[in-house]
Structures are given as C-alpha cells and as structure tokens.
C-alpha cells in the first residue's frame, strides 16, 4: 500500500530518518532459485527481541503463540512478560479446479489451532519451512546478530555468500539492528492432493498444496521512534505450473491484549487514515499477575500485491502498471518521445502529486524517475574511483563505502550508468514500481467466528470482506482478518511467455505488516506514521555504529568495563560520513534494561535511558540534540572525550547485574528552506540480552551480566611500581588496572612518543607500547585525538593519557624564582610589537629562565632586521627545556638605557627548528615576549625593580615530543598464605538474615518467585563448606574451587535431598586444607 503522508525527506520526529532498508543491498539480483520443498521436520522456533517489542515466532510463518508459549507471545515491553498477541498466521487462498472440474479454494496457512491436519500424523496441511535456511545444529531460524544460526552455506546464494549474512540489504549487509530470514512452503498440504488428485505442478506430481514458496523476513530497529515496532516482510511466489486468476493474501491475528487469561475483555477499532488495526483492554489490568498498565497493541497494513496488467492506477500514484522485473533498455530524455506522456491512461497531476516532482529524464523500465546515475565530476562520461555512485552499485548492491566491498562487480554493472535489478531505487527495490492494489478486505470479530480449517467457509469471507472502515468490536475475545484480493498468479509456464524468457518460478508478489506496541492510542498512532514513512521511503531507516565488543570483569564490589573502538570506524553509508560520536554505559538488574528507561516524553512515555556513564568525542557536539521526541531530547554528551574502560564501584557484592556498552552517532540537524529545524535523532547500537523460559542468558558482544565479589583469603592485587618519566612534556600518563588475572608479573613497559614537527609543538603527536621484557610492540605509532585519551586495554592494562592541546603560558609556575621585584611582568606577546613579528610568531614548548646581571654583564640582543640592532643587555635567557644556557632574544630597550627595566620588552628568538639557534633574520621565529611595568598602586620609591642575581621563570605548557617517554613494571596478582589465614575472619553469609528473598535474585520469567540465593564470602580459593541444623544434622556440603581473585561461593537453599531448607538458624564449617577453619551460622527467616 502507498500512502504519500510526506514528501520531505526529513521531517521532525515522524521521520526520524526513514532509511530503514538503506539502500546499498544486491540480493534480488542474485537470489538462486530453490527447488527444496518444506518438511514439518524443518520447524524451529525463534524469539525476535531486537528493540522493546519481542515475540516467539515459528520458521512456518505464525507469529507469536500463547499455546506453546504463553509467557512469550507478543510481549511488550520486552522482559516484562506482558503479553498482547495470542497468534498470527499469514494466509495465501486461490480459486482453481480439480480433475473434475470441482472448483476448489486451497487455503495455505499454518496455526496452533484449528486448522485442517492430516488425521494420521496429526501434522498440518499447510505451511513449514525449507531446509537450508539455518544452522542445523542450532534450534533457532537464522537470525542476523548470532552467526551460530547460519547455514554453511544459502541454498539460494551463489558460495561468494557463505559465511555472511544473507540480509534483505544485500551481501553481509545487516542494516536493520535485527533481521530474521527463513523460507517456507505448503508442500505439506496434502488433502487436496489425496483428496482431490489436485496436483499444482505438472512437472512435479508430489508437490503439494498450491506450489507457493514464501521467503520472509522480519526486522527491528531500536531508534527510539521504531522501538516499539516489528515489521514482516513476505515475498509469496508461485513454485508451480498452474496459472490462478483469484488469488488472495491475507492475515488473521488473533488479540490477547493484557494476557491471555485476560483476552475475554479485549476491544477493537480500525482507523481508515492510516490503514491500522488496533485492540486495547476493557479492564485496567493484566492477567496473569495483576500488572498495569495495560498498552495498546495494533497491526499495520503496508505492502500488498500489484496487478502489472489491468490498466488501471491501482494505487493512485498516476503510473499504470508498473513492473518491478522488467529491463531498463532506452534512456527516455525527450518527453515526447515518453510512452507515459502518450498514454491517456497515465495521469501526471497524480504523479506530481504523489511523488512531489514532474517528468524528468529516465529509463525507461525507471517508471517513477527516482534511480539516480553516478555523478560524473570530471564529465568524462564514465565513472572513475573517487566520484559518488549514488544508486549505480551495480548488481551485488555494494558500493566502495560498504563492509565487504571488494572491488567492482564482475558483470561490470558498477557505474555503468544504467539501473540494474539489485541496484537501491529501481525494480524489486522499488516498491512504488508496483501497481498494488492496497488493503482491499478487513473485519474484527470475535475469536473462532471463522476458523482456518474450513476453506470454503474463508474464501467467502476473505474475497468478500469489506473494504476497510471503522470497525469497533468490545468485551470480547478479538480477532482480525486483514485481506489483500484478487490478482492473478501466473504458473511458471505462462509468467515465461509474459516475461518473454523461460523462468525457473512463476509470478511473485509481496505482502509486509507491522506489529506495532505503544501506551495509549495517541502513542500507536504516532508510531504508525513513523512505520508509515520508512515504508514509503523503500525500507530504509538509519543505520546505528558498529556495536562495541566488551570483557567485564567482577571484582570486591566494583566492576570493572572495557571494550574496543570498533565503532568508531562505521561509515554511514546514506550521510556518506563517519559519524560515530560517543558511548553510553547502561546498568540494570533486570536483563531488559527497563529500569533504566526512566527520561519521559511529554505524554509520561519512558523514551530514553539514563546512562551511568558516557564518553563523547571532543568535536563541539554536545548538549542536547535540538530535535525533541514528544518532548524528550537526547543528550549527545559533553565533549568529555572518549574512554574505553569504565569502573563501576557503585555495585554490591553478590547482586546480578546486566551491563550494556552502546555506541551512538550525531544524529543529523538540518534548515529547511523557510528556517524550520527538522533533523534526525541519534541512533544507538542495540542491547540484547536473551533470557530463555528455563532462566538462562546469552549476551551479545556489547552485553554483559556479573555479579561481583569479595576476593579469595590471601589474594594480593596487582600492582604498578618503578613509574618513571623522561621528557619535558607537561601532560600525565597514568595507569589503570582493568583485567587482574590478564596482568604479566615482573614485565617492564614503556610508553614512547614520537613528534614529527619541527617544534615540537603538534598537540596530537603519536605514541606505541612496547613490552621491553618480551620485546613486543603492543601498540604502534597511534596518535593522540584529544587531551584526555585512553589507551586500549592491552595485556590487562590501560593507560591515560593527559595532553595539552595547546603550546601556552602556564601561568600556575611562571613566577620570580629568586629575587624581591615589585614590578608586574606580563609574559605572552607583546601587542605593542605585533605588526612587527606576528608573521613569525611561534609558540615554542619551552620553558625559561630570565636572569638578571650587573649592568653590561648580560648578554647581546638579537639584531631584528631593521626593526633594531644588537643591544647589550643585563640579562641572560636560559632555555631549561633544551638546555641551552644562552637563548637568543630581542630587546625593545624603549628608554635606551640598556637595561631591561620598566617599559621595556624582550621577545625569545628560536632558529628554523626546536634547540636550534636563528643565524639570520629570514630564518628567525618569534616565540614568547616578557614586559616589565611598574605597579602603579605603589609609591616611586616603594617600587623595586630587578636586582642582579634575580631570576624570572616563564613556564609553558608543553605536548609531548620524540624520545619522551613513561616506563613502568607490573605486578601480577598472587596468594599469601599468611594473609589468607588471617583473612578467614572476613568469612560470612549475606544476607544474614536471610528474609525471604534477597535483591540480588533473578526475577523468574513466569508468575511466582524466582531461585532463592544466598553467598558465603572471603573463602579461600579452595575450600569446604558443610551446613548443618542445630541438631547437628548436616544439610548440604558444597566444594568452592576458584581462581585466587573469587572468594563467592552461591547456596541455593536446597539440601543435599534436592527439598528446599526449613526457616531457621544454621551453622556453617568451612574447612581450608593447609590454611585454616571457620565455623559461624545465618538465619532463613520466613
């Protein structure tokens, strides 16, 4: 369906970028065709949790299953076990004719419920999936985030795809922050081939059902204006031989707003403006589990089928007919050489209309104009390296900015200056070069009104539903029919004739949905533009950094982060631009993060997540980015600089927690022509934790869960010792511990810096890391980005870096270093004298000393050109830094007295390079002036002036430079037995008392408590613990191992008979071979 709500490309809050299939994608072009047929066998069953919405959905096509998952079916938000969605199955229906003549309606779908099965095997006639499309040894379809579920190799990609992911977007490309991708059929649906003798395909007489194949794809997002959203993409084609005139595409969905035990009390509504279904609760609460508030859930409709052949403008955009298969052959640049202009069935009021320009010049197969050509810069009328391609990718749909690009395409379709099928903008990646005919059915009623097992029954309602209007429906168990009617479907025999080549399928079309969550009406609706426009703009959405790979280490309550710098080297191919801009460190106890979605829009929505720490480069974008969302605005940061480790000490022993590090990028801020601020907010990398029905975790690369801990008895931490600095630069270098167990013991690093300006003066300069004891450059030639960098972790240790930007005067230690004067010095650069030096001026790294001598006994001025000659002075300058003991100067003696006294200036001489004296004028450079006045707050003769023997230091500020450098020796962590003994006095339990469950225990994913969980702390790490009653019965006996740096050991209060423990006192005996024992005891209390 097509819906021209907006022109403009950007457009405050609603489109939020609207790129959400960005573009660069070469799938079609190179999709294989897949003969395989789908096998009940093939099922698996997957979890989409890719932003806030998340649901159980089946490699068969049904989304979201209370039978068989009730707890996990349609949740929103994700980890709150609040279901919305009983099921969903998608649904393909043709009319046709069995041997007899019988006129037959086969209903392709597959269902938890009443559907039509075989009544031996109790399988379902209908949809499940292809081989091939998955991990075989993994029990989830293919999702894009975990390689695990991936096949060796795509049944229908060429081997240059194995072992990248097989995306919408093209080659490895995973634009969606999660996409989920399986293929499947009816060839299980054998009733009316058994039945009926109705066999779809002439070629291959086992086939079964109607010989449909559907590839389908569903995608999240986790922008904050898609975060409550999943979309569902369905390219449905016909496999078989048989033409079918009617067909239709269809979906039910089955509500269950509040919980299933609640979905009695759902009511309905559908809004003809922006084509949505949506349910809500009668009552305010959710069941099981009492919990509120109870959100909306809705469904909307957005791709439907198109008829290429009818002549008429099905979906109102003045084009009839369009094709997305055909060729591009002739570049169309007379319009009256244009067929659509001579043909009275086209309408260019409504094409202007809808697509917001008038005719331009195109190819022909281009219907709509929008491919765009390579922009040729040297106008040689080809493509050369360096200049756009815009949309001319070529077939594979890469471009020189895409992971993965290797070179141009071997067929030679990159910036061949004509649209090819996988190009962005043209065919199959142009949904408006479809005539659909739109959401032409839809119906609320009451579950089980219509029930899938009876064909008959659901063709007369699913050909005959009405077009689609206001429709409210309350107080009952809600269902949905969403339909799609009628088109043809042409077998592969007739689609070769219409495409005048044999083809290997017949005539495909597309159908996609969206299941959209949000608190209220107004919240669903507004999510529904957004879903809206991302459609209308080809699937394309923006495109998050890289996520980060983080190691978390547990420590003695604090908890210590770290991660690489992956991120920053995303490049966004719509912006054409690297536009990383910082990190965000969220910390929950909950595995969804919800507790910290605590920053509310101006309707009371949670929008965004308060950070514990964030880290954004030093570039002058900061604050709040100006684009609100409902009011709330993202914080982009404060130009701290970027960090790669973060310690957290504000934890406590013994409590889970779940970690996430996300990378985010500028956003974008643009002036529309009237003055208006439109813009596209930030997008963060996502942060999935999955946590099965059973309690277990899997994090992703950028998630983490820990609990920290006391270390074992005995346990010495590493340390760093023998700091030693060289180098007259004034920054700092510090070293942090991160990884304890990671630390070499006895190894001596050094940290060097290397300058290549003649100054020494560059504020940026580079730096390695070198293990002196086993000769190893750990890093190399890296150069400093700000004035507080950090290095990455290596071997267990990461550096600061503290660096001056800039070569000035450092006020805090210029001062007189020996002498009684009165007089004020100003130390800088003498305006006075500006015109005359400004062009050489310098700041030299350096620092001074001006010491002042009898008169006659300092040294000689510096002749300046013609601006002065060689003066003797009464002072000599001392350059400390380079240890040079006479520093070159100009003297402006203004009085003549040749004395360096009130009024006068001197200015510091450098050569043409750092330590190097200047040997004449056109050589020379200027660097720091000092200028000596009289405090005029004092009396004449109160004033003292500079005596001989007084010394004035001028203090800079100063980078570092070659052959500076920090070195240091580490000390890995040990045991000391002695400490150890004495450390058994730290042993406890905690909670003691335990009252009936302590904060640190998982929440359980279904109704009623979770694990109970209580720790002994500061054991040795290798160490006995016996429990026993009162009576001296023992209770349970557990055997701590660990590493030195893990004094926990975790009770689940179940004895050693697997019942759980009676509320009561207990004692507790550790044991500890060789270092000692404890006895003491806790409390269960009820």
Same mark, same amino acid.
């Given at each position: 369906?097509?819906?021209?709500?907006?022109?403009?490309?950007?457009?405050?809050?609603?489109?939020?970028?609207?790129? #959400?299939?960005?573009?660069?994608?070469?799938?079609?072009?190179?999709?294989?065709?897949?003969?395989?047929?789908?096998?009940?066998?093939?099922?698996?069953?997957?979890?989409?949790?890719?932003?806030?919405?998340?649901?159980?959905?089946?490699?068969?096509?049904?989304?979201?299953?209370?039978?068989?998952?009730?707890?996990?079916?349609?949740?929103?938000?994700?980890?709150?076990?609040?279901?919305?969605?009983?099921?969903?199955?998608?649904?393909?229906?043709?009319?046709? @004719?069995?041997?007899?003549?019988?006129?037959?309606?086969?209903?392709?779908?597959?269902?938890?419920?009443?559907?039509?099965?075989?009544?031996?095997?109790?399988?379902?006639?209908?949809?499940?999936?292809? *081989?091939?499309?998955?991990?075989?040894?993994?029990?989830?379809?293919?999702?894009?985030?975990?390689?695990?579920?991936? =096949?060796?190799?795509?049944?229908?990609?060429?081997?240059?795809?194995?072992?990248?992911?097989?995306?919408?977007?093209?080659?490895?490309?995973?634009?969606?922050?999660?996409?989920?991708?399986?293929?499947?059929?009816?060839?299980?649906?054998?009733?009316?081939?058994?039945?009926?003798?109705?066999?779809?395909?002439?070629?291959? =007489?086992?086939?079964?059902?109607?010989?449909?194949?559907?590839?389908?794809?569903?995608?999240?997002?986790?922008?904050?204006?898609?975060?409550?959203?999943?979309?569902?993409?369905?390219?449905?084609?016909?496999?078989?031989?048989?033409?079918?005139?009617?067909?239709?595409?269809?979906?039910?969905?089955?509500?269950?707003?509040?919980?299933?035990?609640?979905?009695?009390?759902?009511?309905?509504?559908?809004?003809?403006?922006?084509?949505?279904?949506?349910?809500?609760?009668?009552?305010?609460?959710?069941?099981?589990?009492?919990?509120?508030?109870?959100?909306?859930?809705?469904?909307?409709?957005?791709?439907? *089928?198109?008829?290429?052949?009818?002549?008429?403008?099905?979906?109102?955009?003045?084009?009839?007919?369009?094709?997305?298969?055909?060729?591009?052959?002739?570049?169309?640049?007379?319009?009256?050489?244009?067929?659509?202009?001579?043909?009275?069935?086209?309408?260019?009021?409504?094409?202007?209309?809808?697509?917001?320009?008038?005719?331009?010049?195109?190819?022909?197969?281009?219907?709509?104009?929008?491919?765009?050509?390579?922009?040729?810069?040297?106008?040689?009328?080809?493509?050369?390296?360096?200049?756009?391609?815009?949309?001319?990718?070529?077939?594979?749909?890469?471009?020189?900015?895409?992971?993965?690009?290797?070179?141009?395409?071997?067929?030679?379709?990159?910036?061949?200056?004509?649209?090819?099928?996988?190009?962005?903008?043209?065919?199959?990646?142009?949904?408006?070069?479809?005539?659909?005919?739109?959401?032409?059915? #839809?119906?609320?009623?009451?579950?089980?009104?219509?029930?899938?097992?009876?064909?008959? @029954?659901?063709?007369?309602?699913?050909?005959?539903? *009405?077009?689609?209007?206001? @429709?409210?429906?309350?107080?009952?168990?809600?269902?949905?029919?969403?339909?799609?009617?009628?088109?043809?479907?042409?077998?592969?025999?007739?689609?070769?004739?219409?495409?005048?080549?044999?083809?290997?399928?017949?005539?495909?079309?597309?159908?996609?949905?969206?299941?959209? #969550?949000?608190?209220?009406?107004?919240?669903?609706?507004?999510?529904?533009?957004?879903?809206?426009?991302?459609?209308?703009?080809?699937?394309?959405?923006?495109? =998050?950094?890289?996520?980060?790979?983080?190691?978390?280490?547990?420590?003695?309550?604090?908890?210590?982060?770290?991660?690489?710098?992956?991120?920053?080297?995303?490049?966004?191919?719509?912006?054409?631009?690297?536009?990383?801009?910082?990190?965000?460190?969220?910390?929950?106890?909950?595995?969804?993060?919800?507790?910290?979605?605590?920053?509310?829009?101006?309707?009371?929505?949670?929008?965004?997540?308060?950070?514990?720490?964030?880290?954004?480069?030093?570039?002058?974008?900061?604050?709040?980015?100006?684009?609100?969302?409902?009011?709330?605005?993202?914080?982009?940061?404060?130009?701290?600089?970027?960090?790669?480790?973060?310690?957290?000490?504000?934890?406590?022993?013994?409590?889970?927690?779940?970690?996430?590090?996300?990378?985010?990028?500028?956003?974008?801020?643009?002036?529309?022509?009237?003055?208006?601020?439109?813009?596209?907010?930030?997008?963060?990398?996502?942060?999935?934790?999955?946590?099965?029905?059973?309690?277990?975790?899997?994090?992703?690369?950028?998630?983490?869960?820990?609990?920290?801990?006391?270390?074992?008895?005995? #346990?010495?931490?590493?340390?760093?010792?023998?700091?030693?600095?060289?180098?007259?630069?004034?920054?700092?270098?510090?070293?942090?511990?991160?990884?304890?167990?990671?630390?070499?013991?006895?190894?001596?690093?050094?940290?060097?810096?290397?300058?290549?300006?003649?100054?020494?003066?560059?504020?940026?300069?580079?730096?390695?890391?070198?293990?002196?004891?086993?000769?190893?450059?750990?890093?190399?030639?890296?150069?400093?980005?700000?004035?507080?960098?950090?290095?990455?972790?290596?071997?267990?240790?990461?550096?600061?870096?503290?660096?001056?930007?800039?070569?000035?005067?450092?006020?805090?230690?210029?001062?007189?270093?020996?002498?009684?004067?009165?007089?004020?010095?100003?130390?800088?650069?003498?305006?006075?004298?500006?015109?005359?030096?400004?062009?050489?001026?310098?700041?030299?790294?350096?620092?001074?000393?001006?010491?002042?001598?009898?008169?006659?006994?300092?040294?000689?001025?510096?002749?300046?050109?013609?601006?002065?000659?060689?003066?003797?002075?009464?002072?000599?300058?001392?350059?400390?830094?380079?240890?040079?003991?006479?520093?070159?100067?100009?003297?402006?003696?203004?009085?003549?007295?040749?004395?360096?006294?009130?009024?006068?200036?001197?200015?510091?001489?450098?050569?043409?390079?750092?330590?190097?004296?200047?040997?004449?004028?056109?050589?020379?450079?200027? $660097?720091?002036?000092?200028?000596?006045?009289?405090?005029?707050?004092?009396?004449?003769?109160? @004033?003292?002036?500079?005596?001989?023997?007084?010394?004035?230091?001028?203090?800079?500020?100063?980078?570092?430079?070659?052959?500076?450098?920090?070195?240091?020796?580490?000390?890995?962590?040990?045991?000391?037995?002695?400490?150890?003994?004495?450390?058994?006095?730290?042993?406890?339990?905690?909670?003691?008392?335990?009252?009936?469950?302590?904060?640190?225990? =998982?929440? $359980?994913?279904?109704?009623?408590?979770?694990?109970?969980?209580?720790?002994?702390?500061?054991?040795?790490?290798?160490?006995?613990?016996?429990?026993?009653?009162?009576?001296?019965?023992?209770?349970?006996?557990?055997?701590?191992?660990?590493?030195?740096?893990?004094?926990?050991?975790?009770?689940?209060?179940?004895?050693?008979?697997?019942?759980?423990?009676?509320?009561?006192?207990?004692?507790?005996?550790?044991?500890? *071979?060789?270092?000692?024992?404890?006895?003491?005891?806790?409390?269960?209390?009820?």
């Amino acid at each position: 369906m097509k819906l021209k709500l907006l022109n403009r490309l950007f457009v405050t809050q609603a489109i939020i970028i609207i790129y #959400f299939f960005l573009v660069p994608s070469q799938l079609m072009a190179q999709i294989l065709v897949d003969k395989n047929k789908g096998n009940h066998n093939n099922t698996k069953t997957g979890f989409m949790d890719g932003n806030l919405a998340a649901t159980v959905y089946h490699n068969f096509g049904e989304v979201a299953d209370w039978l068989n998952a009730p707890r996990r079916s349609g949740v929103w938000p994700k980890g709150s076990g609040h279901t919305y969605v009983d099921g969903v199955a998608i649904i393909v229906q043709a009319e046709t @004719q069995d041997p007899n003549g019988n006129v037959i309606h086969p209903l392709e779908t597959n269902y938890y419920e009443f559907t039509r099965n075989d009544p031996a095997t109790g399988v379902t006639y209908g949809w499940y999936a292809l *081989p091939g499309y998955d991990n075989p040894f993994n029990s989830n379809p293919a999702r894009s985030d975990d390689p695990d579920t991936w =096949p060796v190799t795509w049944p229908d990609r060429l081997s240059d795809w194995d072992g990248l992911w097989n995306g919408f977007f093209g080659k490895g490309i995973k634009n969606a922050d999660l996409e989920t991708f399986f293929v499947f059929d009816d060839n299980e649906d054998r009733e009316y081939l058994l039945n009926n003798n109705f066999h779809p395909d002439d070629d291959d =007489p086992d086939r079964g059902g109607l010989g449909m194949q559907v590839r389908t794809r569903g995608f999240q997002w986790s922008q904050v204006l898609a975060e409550d959203v999943i979309f569902w993409f369905y390219e449905i084609t016909n496999m078989s031989t048989t033409d079918y005139q009617k067909t239709l595409f269809a979906q039910y969905i089955d509500w269950g707003i509040g919980g299933h035990d609640n979905s009695s009390n759902n009511a309905g509504d559908y809004n003809e403006l922006l084509d949505i279904s949506y349910a809500w609760s009668t009552v305010p609460f959710g069941s099981p589990g009492h919990w509120s508030p109870v959100g909306l859930a809705a469904y909307a409709f957005l791709e439907s *089928p198109g008829i290429d052949d009818d002549r008429i403008d099905n979906d109102s955009d003045g084009l009839t007919d369009e094709k997305r298969t055909n060729e591009a052959k002739v570049f169309i640049s007379d319009p009256n050489q244009d067929p659509f202009l001579l043909d009275p069935f086209q309408d260019t009021t409504k094409f202007k209309k809808f697509y917001g320009y008038s005719w331009r010049p195109h190819w022909d197969a281009d219907e709509n104009a929008n491919w765009k050509n390579f922009f040729d810069a040297n106008k040689n009328g080809k493509w050369d390296k360096g200049e756009p391609l815009n949309n001319d990718v070529g077939t594979d749909g890469i471009g020189p900015f895409d992971e993965g690009y290797t070179g141009p395409d071997a067929d030679s379709t990159e910036g061949d200056g004509r649209p090819e099928q996988g190009e962005p903008n043209f065919g199959i990646l142009d949904k408006d070069e479809s005539d659909q005919l739109g959401l032409t059915g #839809f119906k609320i009623f009451a579950t089980h009104t219509y029930e899938l097992q009876n064909d008959e @029954q659901n063709w007369q309602a699913l050909s005959g539903l *009405p077009a689609p209007h206001g @429709q409210r429906l309350i107080g009952v168990n809600l269902a949905n029919f969403f339909s799609s009617y009628l088109f043809h479907m042409w077998g592969r025999n007739t689609y070769s004739g219409v495409m005048g080549s044999q083809q290997e399928t017949g005539e495909t079309q597309r159908f996609s949905m969206a299941l959209i #969550f949000g608190i209220d009406q107004s919240d669903v609706f507004r999510r529904k533009k957004t879903v809206q426009q991302i459609y209308n703009a080809n699937y394309r959405f923006a495109k =998050p950094p890289d996520k980060p790979t983080i190691k978390v280490i547990p420590g003695d309550r604090r908890v210590t982060l770290y991660w690489d710098d992956r991120a920053e080297f995303t490049f966004d191919a719509f912006f054409q631009k690297y536009n990383f801009e910082g990190y965000k460190i969220y910390r929950s106890t909950e595995f969804a993060f919800l507790e910290d979605k605590i920053i509310t829009d101006a309707f009371g929505k949670p929008t965004f997540r308060k950070p514990i720490a964030q880290f954004d480069l030093v570039d002058g974008v900061k604050g709040l980015f100006p684009i609100n969302v409902n009011g709330a605005m993202y914080n982009l940061g404060t130009d701290s600089g970027l960090k790669h480790s973060f310690i957290d000490s504000t934890v406590q022993n013994g409590q889970t927690y779940y970690y996430a590090v996300v990378a985010y990028d500028q956003g974008l801020v643009t002036q529309t022509i009237e003055g208006k601020t439109e813009g596209i907010p930030p997008a963060e990398t996502p942060s999935i934790i999955k946590k099965d029905i059973n309690g277990n975790i899997k994090t992703d690369i950028n998630t983490a869960v820990v609990t920290p801990r006391a270390p074992a008895a005995g #346990f010495i931490a590493p340390e760093i010792k023998n700091f030693f600095a060289s180098g007259p630069g004034t920054g700092n270098v510090s070293v942090t511990v991160l990884d304890p167990d990671s630390i070499k013991n006895l190894h001596t690093y050094r940290l060097e810096f290397e300058d290549s300006t003649k100054y020494h003066n560059n504020p940026f300069p580079y730096y390695s890391l070198i293990d002196y004891t086993e000769g190893d450059t750990l890093i190399y030639l890296r150069q400093i980005k700000s004035n507080n960098e950090q290095t990455k972790v290596i071997e267990g240790l990461s550096l600061d870096i503290l660096s001056p930007t800039d070569v000035i005067i450092d006020r805090d230690k210029t001062e007189w270093k020996s002498g009684n004067s009165n007089y004020i010095v100003q130390v800088g650069f003498d305006s006075r004298f500006a015109p005359a030096y400004n062009g050489k001026r310098i700041d030299y790294p350096a620092d001074f000393e001006v010491q002042f001598t009898e008169p006659g006994q300092g040294d000689i001025s510096f002749p300046a050109g013609n601006f002065s000659v060689p003066i003797q002075s009464n002072i000599i300058v001392k350059n400390t830094t380079d240890d040079i003991a006479h520093s070159q100067f100009i003297f402006r003696d203004e009085n003549n007295n040749e004395l360096f006294d009130d009024g006068d200036a001197i200015f510091i001489v450098v050569g043409d390079s750092a330590g190097k004296p200047a040997e004449k004028w056109s050589n020379t450079r200027i $660097s720091w002036s000092m200028t000596l006045v009289k405090d005029t707050t004092l009396a004449e003769k109160d @004033q003292l002036p500079p005596q001989a023997g007084d010394v004035y230091k001028i203090a800079t500020k100063k980078p570092f430079r070659t052959g500076e450098y920090f070195e240091f020796i580490s000390s890995g962590e040990g045991f000391n037995r002695v400490k150890a003994k004495s450390d058994m006095d730290k042993i406890a339990v905690v909670p003691n008392p335990y009252v009936g469950a302590a904060s640190w225990e =998982p929440l $359980s994913n279904t109704v009623g408590r979770g694990q109970r969980r209580i720790y002994f702390i500061h054991l040795p790490n290798q160490a006995t613990i016996r429990i026993y009653t009162m009576s001296g019965k023992l209770v349970k006996t557990l055997e701590h191992n660990s590493t030195i740096s893990d004094g926990q050991e975790p009770w689940n209060l179940v004895s050693k008979d697997g019942m759980d423990i009676a509320y009561g006192i207990y004692i507790y005996h550790v044991e500890a *071979p060789g270092i000692g024992e404890k006895i003491g005891r806790f409390a269960i209390i009820k």
